[in-house]
């Protein structure tokens, strides 16, 4: 089975400050990663993915996230939180048999940016 | 343009008046499925389906129904809802089993008394 732990439900940075959200997965097979943010009142939308290839990822809104076999993690990392970045924001691995589809979530990181 | 819609996108019930949310996707998809979301708990699975007429339960499909008659539709029916299936409720379809993306609706806060 496959499993998502994210690492700290929530998360506060200062606006301006380096943002890192913390992803581990266990999976039998080589994963799909991604990360989903869900703005208030909104549903999920894709920040960026992992399949094969480059394992540094760059997703939407200055996002990116590297995928560490050896560590087997898929952290997230922006470079200056800004205030709209405020949002929840899951992990998930797609693998096999895991979560009866395939695809597992993590419980999410609330991420706060403070003045 | 390509999306997943819900409707209703909020309701209030009471227990045991049986209710249907919606679920449609204009982008082909054969996959469709169901998650329930709470408070620390992330986004759980309730039912999927791999095509029409194929269907199975995912990680707490207990009070819940679903049907895919068709390939764009796919229902979730509570017979007889009760108040812990108070949740916010998304639907979500993509290509494939281990296709690159999953496409969420826009989701379905229910409030049952």
């Known amino acids: 089975a496959q499993s998502v732990t994210q690492l700290g439900s929530h998360v506060s940075v200062s606006e301006g400050a380096l943002v890192l959200l913390r992803c581990n997965y266990s999976?039998?097979?080589?994963?799909?990663l991604f990360w989903y943010v869900q703005y208030p009142n909104q549903g999920l939308q894709l920040l960026l993915k992992?399949?094969?290839?480059?394992?540094l990822v760059k997703g939407i809104n200055g996002f990116e996230a590297e995928f560490k076999k050896s560590e087997t993690s898929f952290h997230l990392t922006k470079p200056s939180a800004h205030m709209s970045d405020a949002a929840e924001y899951f992990c998930?691995?797609?693998?096999?048999?895991?979560?009866?589809?395939?695809?597992?979530f993590g419980k999410g990181t609330h991420l706060i940016i403070q003045p | 343009e390509a999306q997943v819609t819900q409707n209703p996108r909020y309701l209030i019930t009471v227990t045991g008046k049986k209710l249907t949310v919606t679920c449609s996707q204009n982008?082909?998809?054969?996959?469709m499925s169901w998650y329930r979301q709470d408070p620390g708990l992330g986004l759980r699975q309730i039912y999927y389906?791999?095509?029409?007429?194929?269907?199975d339960k995912g990680d707490v499909p207990e009070g819940y129904k679903v049907s895919r008659k068709e390939k764009r539709n796919f229902p979730l029916i509570l017979e007889s809802p009760s108040p812990n299936q108070t949740s916010l409720y998304f639907c979500?379809?993509?290509?494939?089993?281990?296709?690159?993306?999953?496409?969420f609706g826009p989701g379905t806060r229910l409030t049952v008394l």
């Open positions: 982008m082909n998809h054969e996959y």
């Open positions: 389906s791999m095509n029409v007429e194929v269907t």
């Open positions: 999976s039998s097979v080589p994963p799909y």
């Open positions: 979500a379809s993509r290509p494939g089993v281990r296709a690159n993306e999953q496409f």
């Open positions: 992992y399949t094969t290839g480059a394992t």
């Open positions: 998930a691995v797609s693998g096999s048999g895991g979560g009866a589809d395939g695809l597992t």
